[in-house]
């Protein structure tokens, strides 16, 4: 029976965008950036996440995430303020963040009650502009290649359904040789040459009712193998690990039900031995993270599988933040927050926090608007970096140090 | 791999091709019928039935995304901007919104479904969330966004002249990124003060050639602004029949479609049970009648295929005429899949009914087939199963009428035939419907259940082994194996537990791994988790016996040969003992061995037993069994038996008779058992004692043991002392079946006659 007296308010209904404003803010950058005309790397690690009800990217220096802890709230930000207009008119919303490898750029996700957009912002300078090459086309970001300068994007998906690899700096773009109703691509890490080299892994499926596939093949759509056929379920975000020597993913129904639950398994880095490591969320489009050295999988897990109201509506969901050692499997729970939405784990650069957004008060209970909170990948009490800022999905970038 | 037990796959396939082919008859002529010809001007029809609202115009104002004009405010179709009250709309509207709460979507036109499912199948939260694309000819597209419930899969068609019910492509809802205006948030928006069906409606969208227009067309004083956009096109009213709404001075409306779908419970719905006056069978008594359940506490049923049996529920007389929608009762109780009372999973239904109100003379008869195996479900919770819509009239000849036959069907199982529901077709639509939605989700598959860390830190023998609860699933398979490819995998446990306590569990590395299981279909093996027992050193006692308890368990004593002769069996008693008070006398228990005194002579034609097993010498690199003896019978003929098997029936040991001149230490090596050899890595072994006479001469007491101890040793140092052989015999006894002695040793002994 769903929560109805929760007092969790809708974020997604204060992170709306106007896309129309976004067209015309997309170029104001942060205060301090240099326009140089082309993306540079941050002097320091630095946190980025989205916040207020008129949605803002905001940024701030990361390199001693103790320190950025203690001083909750206090740090300085810079902000790129995405221009949203004050009516409610615009069915959009910032729905998730995505930074590249090499810390210069960051992909976001613009959902749309008819459609979905992708924008790209320069770390650097806060430019914002529209990541698909044709603007009026929606697309889907997909994944960021190994070295950053390029993604793939899912574009005019349900039409022509092409899966575009998008160099960030120049926009110039190559289709890749994906068939119809490929939903989800990535670019392999740089594997030893007796792997085959470069490859691409995709996921395709016919829609509900016919499961998913997952295939690899040369990125010249040559020497196609399918790894995983399952009737069933749908593979969604299979994702290779730094060191390319395992894919993790989630394996979840393939229903009409909006959120269920779902597995999280990996594999090897050829896909084989697959092996269910644990119970995951699904369906509200939480990827498994892997930590910088490939060693852990940090994932979402869902906190109350028996709330139907939370299987149709997504701000119902009570999660926290598990990891997973690959070489073990074993897994613990880094967030321990309770009757809390806990989503958007990202790792700092060197692998040892967690940044990650939820809509817990101090005092643990649900119902406040979202923060960014830190926590210790080793273990360790959540603390708080935002506080009534109504922040989501933050991406922690490398600096140039790194 | 999965498996599928039941019904193939072929099978599913023909029951949903079955169930999407059930045939509604009794519609009007379709509504905003389509050809060719005409779509290139006007061939849409609504895509819902009954009156809805606009809650969101298309913009024409559309700006292109990212670049020119940034304008926040919208363009109706007459060129009005900003849009206010009732044409409301939002910036960048590709589409027209219509409000509908959980009812039917239809088809607005003839064509092929290009896409059904999910905008992005990893994220449902995403854009269009469920929804159906169909391509039309001529380059057209539309699209239904926000659906609950899809009743097409890809590639299906929606055939030109299709009835109303082959229309229904699926059920409105609220999936994807869904804002309604009926939420108590700022301007309408839906929190989650409101239930989680808040914002429910569709996004109807059309294309052409893959640019987007109004299907209401363009009716402004100047250029369509969308129409220069790249994306844009030339907007037409492309409506043969505008949808019905309560807006109307938004766009156009027509009268609204008059075929209502399928609804639940609405008023003055009739039922009519099996063995009530408007119920018959045929012949008298080809059915069973249960009392344990179904609709109004009955139901009756009988095994197919077989036998020429009917079950007729008449259309009653005294309902009004009229289009009724017609739910059968499935009398299957919420409870384990593997356990339902209907099992047969192609039940035909024959409808007989009025063609039309304008006929009523003319009668026709539709066939419908439900599945009755799969109801209730998790998707389609309710017993009551829709079987169609039909025109029915006074019956006043019993012509109209739900008949269910037995011998038409090609099915097997336990057909039942409960109650029938006549619910008059009205309007408005409620909320809810009933569609035969469910064979889009089977079989059943349960989940793969998640096998926990197995907690033993000691590296001791006994441990406990747990997984999560499957959703769906009855019971589980647990597997164990030495190795981690599963390699020579054994099941140490199927059954509905999530746990299993090992013990006594051999020093070693063990894998294990999970799955789950209903009636249908396995889920998948779960991950693997290991535990390692570690070797003890030296000696380790599996058993031990010194008969100073209050029984003899864990070890087992019979008299084998019965009561003949008396029973004797292994007793505890204070005669002799070694140590302590106690020893075990050979005959001095059960019911006449019990009665005997200290002192008494052993019966003739004893078979006494006791065994002991099975234990596990798996990794063990030693084992014995040793005890103390004390025996006076009669020479080669009355022995103690001690001995070792690798199967609990086939015993070799060693045989003693005699006189042992008192107490004396006997021990079985069990790494060198007379015919076995070394028992070493044997998974199961047991041990027996016996003692056993015959119909001659008796001595006094005959035999004793006490402080009879098994061991097993894994680690060095596992000396061990004593000697089998020494006044023994080796000889092979068979056990618990009747006596059988076969002597090995000597030969003059093997005409020993059994009882």
Known sequence: MAVMSKTRKLSLALALVSLAALGITLVRGWSSAVASGQAQSLDSDTLFFVSGSQPAIQRMRANDPERLAEQAASVAAE????????????????????GSPDGRWIAVDVNCEAGAHTLLLEASTGRLRPAEPD???????????????????????????????????????????????TYDAVLSPNLPAQAGGERVL?????????????????????????????????????????????????????????????????????????????????????????????????????????????????????????LVEAA??????????????????????????????????????????????????????????????????????????? | MRTFRRPSTGRILAIVAALLALTAVGSDAPVGASSAFQQSTRFLSPPYYGTSEVTSVFDHELPLYGSDDGNSWTMHYTGVKDGAGARSSYDQHRGIDYWLRYEPVRAAASGAVAQAGWANPADHRASYGLHVRI???????????????????????????????????????????????EGTGPSGRCTDNDPPSCGAHIHFQLEHNGRVENPYGWVGPFADPWAQRPDGAVSVDRWLSHPSITNSDVFPADPPLSFPPIVLDEPGYVAVDDGSAGFAENP???????????????????????????????????QPAGYHHVFVHVPNDDVALSVRNATVDAARYTIGHTVSPSQPQAKQSDVAVVNQWAYPNRYHTSRWVYAGTYYFDSNEFGTDYVRLESQVLDSAGTLAADAVRFAPAVYPVPQQTYLPLTMKQWPPIPTTPLLNPIDNPSGGPDYTISWSTA???????????SEPSFAGAVTRYSGPQTWLDVNDQPPGTYYYRVKAANAWAESGWSNVQSVTVLAPVGWQTIAAQDFEGASLAPWIAWDDNGATGGEYTWGQRTCRPYAGSYSGWGVGGGAQGAALSCGSDYPHNANSWMIYGPFDLRAAIAGDIGFKLWLYTESYTDPVFYSASVNGTNFYGYIITGDSQGWVDKALDLSNVPTLGSLMGQPQVWVAMVFSSNGSIAYPEGAYVDDVVVRRCFQEPCSSEGSSAVDSFPGMWQAPAERHLYWLAPDSLKTEPGP
């Open chain 1, 79 to 98: 902000t790129v303020q995405i221009d949203a207009n004050q009516r409610f008119g615009a069915m959009c919303e910032i729905s998730g963040m995505h």
């Open chain 1, 135 to 181: 603007p009026w086309r929606e697309s889907f970001f997909l994944n960021w290649t190994p070295d950053g300068d390029a993604f793939l994007l899912r574009v005019d998906p349900g039409g022509d359904d092409l899966t575009l690899l998008v160099n960030a700096r120049s926009g110039r773009f190559t289709q890749m040789d994906t068939p119809l109703f």
């Open chain 1, 202 to 322: 995709y996921a395709v499926s016919r829609g509900l009712g016919f499961g998913s596939e997952v295939w690899v093949m040369d990125r010249s759509g040559q020497n196609r193998e399918r790894i995983i056929h399952d009737p069933a379920h749908v593979i969604a975000y299979p994702r290779w690990s730094p060191t390319g020597d395992a894919i993790a993913y989630i394996r979840m129904p393939d229903s009409n039900v909006p959120f269920t639950v779902g597995e999280l398994l990996l594999t090897d880095g050829d896909g084989r031995n697959a092996r269910v490591v644990a119970q995951a969320d699904a369906g509200h489009g939480y990827p498994p993270v892997w930590s910088p050295d490939g060693q852990q999988v940090a994932f979402v897990v869902r906190e109350n599988p028996e709330d139907g109201a939370a299987d149709i509506a997504a701000p119902y969901l009570e999660s926290n933040i598990h």
């Open chain 1, 328 to 402: 073990t499997g074993r897994v613990r729970a880094v967030t321990r927050f309770e009757g809390a939405l806990v989503d958007g784990p990202t790792w700092s650069p060197d692998g040892t926090w967690l940044a990650f957004s939820t809509d817990s008060s101090d005092s643990g209970q649900a119902g406040g608007v979202f923060d960014v909170w830190l926590v210790e990948a080793a273990g360790g009490e959540a603390r708080r970096v935002t506080r009534d800022a109504d922040a989501r999905w933050p991406v922690w970038l490398p600096g140039e140090r790194r």
């Open chain 2, 135 to 181: 391509d039309h000819a001529d380059g057209f597209r539309t699209i239904y966004g926000h659906l609950s419930v899809l009743r097409v899969q890809q590639g299906d068609a929606i055939p030109f002249l299709a009835n109303e019910f082959q229309r229904i492509i699926g059920i409105s809802g609220n999936t994807g990124l869904c804002y309604g205006w």
């Open chain 2, 284 to 318: 008298a008594g080809c059915w069973t009648v249960d009392n344990t359940t179904g609709w109004d506490g009955d139901y009756r049923y009988r095994s197919v295929p077989g036998g020429d049996c009917t079950a007729t529920w008449n259309f009653p007389q005294d």
């Open chain 2, 471 to 481: 959703a769906l699933a009855d019971t589980y398979t647990l597997q164990e194996a």
